[in-house]
């Protein structure tokens, strides 16, 4: 296990024990709390505008999509900061360490300057051909990303900072800051969204993110001393790894707008009991990303101790333990599929029509504990080609065909969730097999 000394201006984590059961909670629970942390203000964004207006809220149906896609896609090399960072603290490398970290924070400034710049020359003068039909919800998005957008840079160094800092064993300090800026974003919100409605939760959003970046800074910059100046290797690592995990987002959110385009097929109705599953879903899958981020930084950490075995068992206890959760939680969705989503919508109509479709979810979820987890761990060891491959089968390939010829014989909503059952069922498959053949380990070296 690594344990962190008390000094916390430095990475000086030592290696004492293969880490066990017991590391891989450590690590999750405050991952998992903070994940939902940002659900929940996610959710009292949502609320917030909807008070204020309609059009305000639906202008989020706009934002949100684009917003997400630029910075997902922007900040993808933070996978091959959590493998580095982890392999070398695993390895006792602490100047390494400090160099990756150094150089994942300057590429993250680089590549967020890029992404706002893109937008603002691209994105934002296309809205009315992205959106033809949508006049009102689409000046108010632009109001939105306007100003939000400002923030891209910010959010980069903050997923690249976290990753640096989950892979160093250490996800409390992420969970504080998480908490801190939650705090600032919804004072903000309180304060701007009832006089400017999306304007003012750009302003709040640009605001949060230049917060968080600046904390995350903060948290790093002791354990940054002495600087050390990254190596051309160094780049070129991050670059090999970075480069499938990036094509793997784009290759996700050209699937997911596919996706989202066959739901907007059944109509208005289906889209909205299909919101409602999303939102009750949304605990189980924050909850297993938690899992996630523990076991692919422990997955780097034992391939930097030279204990690729023990790597093995970390990746299978990871998923182990997401397993028997969200095997839980799908229990819970079917005792309680007529009650939950009667709280997300009064519509008893859409409340049925979920309910049937909540079963086909809880049947989804030991399967998505294991793609997302085992499908983490494999990025931990750095075999970010072979995570790609799964993605581009299972998301882009089984969730796309399944869907089509599932809505097409008439199964609606249920229907969309048998094809996102369908991806995780594969790529299930696909990561068992691989992690059992050890068909990862030789990207541990490269």
């Known amino acids: 296990m690594l344990i962190p000394t008390r000094r916390a201006n430095v990475y000086c984590s030592r290696v004492k024990e293969p880490a066990g059961v017991g590391s891989i909670l450590a690590l999750a629970g405050p991952a998992i709390a903070g994940m939902l942390l940002q659900t929940g203000v996610l959710y009292a964004d949502r609320v917030m505008l909807g008070h204020h207006s309609g059009g305000a809220l639906a202008a989020m149906q706009i934002a949100g999509p684009l917003e997400w896609t630029l910075v997902s896609v922007a900040s993808a090399f933070s996978v091959g900061t959590l493998a580095l960072v982890g392999r070398a603290v695993g390895a006792g490398d602490h100047d390494a360490a400090r160099r990756h ?48 957008l400002i923030a891209a840079p910010f959010y980069c160094v903050g997923v690249a900072g976290f990753a640096a800092l989950s892979a160093s064993g250490d996800t409390m300090t992420p969970l504080k800051i998480g908490i801190a800026v939650n705090v600032v974003h919804i004072a903000i919100n309180l304060a701007l969204i009832p006089r400017w409605g999306a304007r003012g939760a750009g302003i709040s959003t640009a605001f949060s993110y230049a917060v968080e970046a600046a904390l995350t800074l903060a948290a790093l910059s002791g354990r940054l001393r002495p600087l050390r100046k990254p190596r051309r290797e160094d780049g070129r690592s991050l670059y090999l790894l970075s480069i499938p995990a990036t094509t793997e987002r784009i290759i996700y959110h050209v699937a997911y707008m596919a996706f989202v385009w066959m739901i907007a097929r059944l109509g208005d109705d289906a889209m909205a009991s299909n919101q409602a599953l999303i939102a009750i879903e949304a605990i189980s899958f924050m909850t297993v990303e938690g899992f996630a981020t523990a076991g692919g930084a422990l997955v780097a950490q034992e391939l930097g101790a030279g204990r690729p075995d023990h790597a093995e068992r970390v990746g299978w206890w990871s998923t182990g333990l997401a397993v028997v959760t969200l095997s839980t939680f799908g229990l819970g969705f079917v005792a ?37 987890v085992l499908g983490q761990a494999v990025r931990g060891a750095g075999a970010t080609r072979i995570a790609l491959l799964v993605s581009i089968v299972g998301g882009f390939g089984v969730r796309l065909l399944a869907t089509w010829l599932a809505t097409a014989h008439g199964l609606g909503v249920t229907g969309i969730w048998i094809g996102s059952t369908c991806d995780w069922i594969a790529r299930t498959l696909l990561l068992i097999f691989i992690w059992r053949s050890a068909a990862w380990r030789p990207a541990a070296h490269t």
């Open 336 to 372: 309680l599929r007529h009650q939950l989503p009667a709280l997300v919508t009064p519509r008893l109509d859409l409340q049925r029509e979920a309910a049937r479709a909540l079963v086909v979810a809880a049947l989804a979820q030991p399967f998505m504990a294991v793609g997302v």
């Open 101 to 148: 970290t150094t150089m994942a924070m300057a590429v993250a400034l680089g590549l967020g300057v890029v992404v706002a710049a893109v937008a603002y020359a691209v994105v934002l003068p296309t809205l009315h051909v992205l959106f033809p039909h949508a006049d009102a919800a689409r000046a108010l998005a632009r109001e939105y990303l306007a100003v939000a």
